[in-house]
């Protein structure tokens, strides 16, 4: 099972798909606050890393899962390695989300906030899945 998971190339990404976030939202965040009719202000900072360590874990299991799906349908470059993390996370991650923000709170959720709250996943999905498509692991 594991003879088509390149776990050099997953530690990395999962490295990279952090990042992704912390540089989203450093992009996006005050707009993402705006759309949330909060400021910087109303955000407590805190010394809690449960975030961070749930975010971390996160970024893991996508990799890995990518990994795995993207070496369970020989995807051997980066164009097929993109096409199989952007159907997953159009399938699993922007339908269900985008669903279920129209639904909350009457339909208080505007569609600019669910583009920079599925934006940060679909940069990381594509970069994973390319990189995990073009970077096979050695047959040594």
Do not use: Q
């Not at 893991?60 to 795995?68: G, P, Q, T």
């Amino acid at each position: 099972m594991n003879a088509k998971i390149n776990h050099i190339a997953v530690w990395v990404l999962v490295a990279v798909y952090f990042l992704i976030g912390w540089g989203w939202y450093a992009i996006w965040g005050d707009t993402w606050l705006n759309l949330h009719a909060k400021a910087a202000t109303d955000i407590e900072r805190t010394h809690n890393v449960g975030p961070y360590v749930f975010a971390f874990v996160a970024s893991i299991v996508v990799n890995y899962a990518l990994a795995w799906l993207i070496g369970r349908f020989n995807a051997t470059n980066a164009v097929a390695g993109l096409k199989i993390a952007l159907v997953c996370w159009f399938a699993f991650l922007f339908v269900e989300y985008a669903t279920i923000s129209v639904f909350s709170a009457f339909e208080t959720n505007p569609w600019p906030l669910v583009c920079i709250d599925m934006g940060r996943p679909l940069i990381g999905f594509a970069i994973s899945g390319a990189v995990l498509g073009a970077w096979r692991k050695s047959a040594l």
